[in-house]
């Protein structure tokens, strides 16, 4: 019995860990803003993609 409440308590005081929503936020807001400035400026656009697939490779690699 004490175990599942014990449980129960980890559970629920995780979901109410708030630290490093700000940092997400932050970050989808930069990514908004890459695309927002990538089709507002199509010269751009390139290197900004080029970004995102480095990007994307590395973080391919940290999973595995």
Known sequence: MKNRIWKKFIQLSI????????????????????????AAFPPVGDQISEIFSKLNSTLEAAVQ
């Open 15 to 38: 979901w109410k860990d708030e630290r490093g929503q700000d940092m997400v936020e932050y970050a989808l807001m930069c990514g908004f803003i890459t695309v927002a400035a990538g």
